[in-house]
């Protein structure tokens, strides 16, 4: 019986491990995953200095879930709409230190944003760290998650 058990739990054990490696992608996949991921985020940098629904709605996944440093969580709908109505106004957007890290269908990706704004019409600066988390979607990466965290001082 205990031979039995172990036997089983080897196999189990041996079929976990190969499915974690059919899971990974090639390395070559993997580079060229992560370029479909930063073209995709580069395209959403330009879509929130200059907003339109018909550049935005792509590029972000319908379950969005946008968490603001300063604790507001917006949904697809409405990070969209403060966009496109000046009340989250990106003059623009730099980005730095970016990471990519493609896992399967999923991504995460980082990066220090610095930006000049115009919310509701008044002039501000920003600096703050973000974790993005991509999720391919019909082909499509698409920004699924969004933390932002505000920078020490």
């Known amino acids: ?10 196999g189990a054990l041996a079929l976990v491990a ?9 390395p070559a996949a993997s580079a060229s995953s992560e370029q479909a991921v930063a073209a995709a985020a580069e395209r959403l940098r330009l879509a929130m200095i200059d907003p339109t ?6 590029l972000v996944a319908d379950d969005l879930s946008y968490g603001h440093s300063g604790g507001r969580v917006d949904t697809k709908d409405s990070f969209i709409g403060d966009l496109v109505a000046g009340k ?3 003059v623009t957007i730099t980005i730095t230190d970016q990471t990519i890290k493609v896992v399967g269908h999923t991504a995460m990706v980082r990066h220090t944003l610095t930006a000049d704004t115009n919310d509701s019409g ?6 703050i760290k973000i974790l993005g988390v991509w999720q391919q979607q019909g082909g499509q990466w698409k920004l699924l998650a969004r933390q932002a965290v505000r920078v020490a001082a």
């Not at 190969?18 to 090639?26: E, F, P, Q, R, Y």
């Open 1 to 10: 019986m205990l031979k039995t058990l172990i036997l089983a739990a080897a």
């Open 18 to 26: 190969l499915s974690g490696c059919a899971s990974h992608a090639t």
């Open 88 to 90: 989250s106004d990106f």
């Open 53 to 58: 629904p018909a550049a935005l709605a792509p």
């Open 122 to 127: 008044k002039p501000g600066k920003v600096q």
